[in-house]
């Protein structure tokens, strides 16, 4: 039986700037961050109009700057980048707010002529901070083995100063486990309100995730308790992704029937050369002995629509689309989950139609149980009250 998925909207469009990194984090999953290779305004240029002549453009989506650190690049760029971007979208004959930018960035490269930058390109920011000193770094350190902590923290002060928004995402390891206390009380003395929680995984050239050890899981469930407690005691100071975004959807009684990561054209991943990939942006850069890389075609010669065609293409589409049906037929989560990310089966299984993974768990699983207790927890205190 030959499965397929439906293809796009397109939601996420991945471009890199470079694959250059200043920091040397030791759970990164990016190969070759030495390489300081340039996004040209030529390839950017292909890439705008493949992506804007394509079939699986809906209403709008967001360009995100990212896979290297953005800020190496400098401002000019952007400068020139958004030009472009409004000049596509006039020979398509799109509207301006069709595309939305974002970034996600280490934060150190963060000053006063950045914060100019960000606000008349309206670039929306995102940081990874790992939280307090001494979780963060224990990871994140620059190329001489420097620790960072202290440059993201500037950084994020000016973002505060130029009244920029930005939400922060946090890699979990091993010992971010025990301080659920400690990492609330960093974001809510320092004003950091909006908080993804990222696991260290296993991914790419990142061959070992620091969580592979008996009792993580507990651990990790009495993390998020805890933090949950917390961020249910002063509601709206810190705000979880993973807790909003699971609350909303049992609230709204909704059901997923796949992921962004699992739809093909839903994300399009296009590299610093113009190659293009989709479905996880974590595939963009890498390579296996199965597949060799997970690249579809260039912008010079490719347009996504032929992509559908490519042996390739259709060899993993097939793959990832049975390990949903795989999900759909063996877990009680697809609802909430969609089938889960292909890039994580890939690393933990060998293969895309596998099932279960330690991103599902620790994203999804045990995120819902707690989510679900404590939502319990507060119905039967407030049936309680009113009795």
């Known amino acids: 039986m030959t499965i397929t998925a439906p293809t796009g909207p397109l939601r996420l469009l991945v471009i ?3 694959p250059y990194c200043n920091l040397d984090c030791d759970y990164c999953y ?15 240029d292909r890439a705008l109009d493949r992506v804007l002549s394509s079939p699986f453009v809906g209403e709008s989506f967001t360009l995100l700057w990212h896979a290297g650190e953005p800020l190496t690049v400098p401002p000019t760029f952007y ?12 020979r398509h004959q799109l509207p301006l707010d069709t595309i939305s930018q974002s970034l996600q960035t280490n934060g150190i490269g963060i000053s006063k002529q950045w914060c100019a930058c960000l606000q008349r390109n309206d670039i929306h920011v995102g940081v990874s901070l790992d939280g307090p000193a001494f979780l963060h770094d224990l990871h994140r ?5 420097k620790p960072s902590h202290a440059a993201v923290m500037r950084g994020i002060q000016l973002l505060q100063e130029h009244n920029i928004p930005f939400n922060v995402i946090t890699v979990l390891s091993d010992a971010s486990l025990d301080h659920a206390d400690a990492l609330y009380d960093f974001y809510a003395e320092n004003d950091i309100r909006r908080v993804g929680f990222n696991m260290e995984e296993t991914e790419g050239v990142n061959e070992h995730s620091s969580l592979d050890q ?7 469930v009495s993390f ?16 979880v992704r993973e807790f909003e975004g699971l609350t909303s959807l049992i609230s709204a009684d909704e059901r997923l029937q796949s992921t962004d990561m699992n739809q093909p054209f839903a994300i399009v991943n296009i590299d610093v050369q113009g190659n293009i990939s989709t479905f996880d942006p974590e595939l963009l850069s890498v390579s296996t002995d199965r597949f060799g890389d997970f690249i579809f075609g260039n912008v010079f010669d490719t347009s996504l629509a032929a992509i559908l065609e490519t042996p390739k293409f259709n060899l993993i589409q097939r793959e990832i689309a049975a390990g949903v049906e795989a999900c759909r037929a063996s877990c009680e989560h697809f609802g909430i989950c969609g089938g889960g990310a292909g890039s ?12 279960e993974t330690q991103h599902c768990r620790y994203r999804v699983k045990l995120v819902a149980d707690v989510v679900l207790s404590g939502m319990e927890a507060a119905l039967g205190l407030t049936a309680a009250a009113a009795g």
């Open 224 to 239: 998020l308790s805890r933090f949950w407690q917390r961020c249910t005691m002063e509601p709206g100071r810190v705000m």
């Open 344 to 355: 994580n089966k890939y690393w933990e299984h060998g293969r895309f139609d596998g099932t």
């Open 30 to 44: 990016l190969p070759n961050r030495d390489d300081r290779q340039r996004l040209s305004l030529e390839i950017l």
């Open 141 to 145: 350190r620059t190329r001489t083995d």
């Open 79 to 90: 400068d020139a980048a958004t030009e472009r971007i409004q000049a596509a979208l006039a």
């Open 214 to 220: 008996p009792g993580s899981d507990a651990r990790y």
């Open 16 to 18: 890199q700037p470079t």
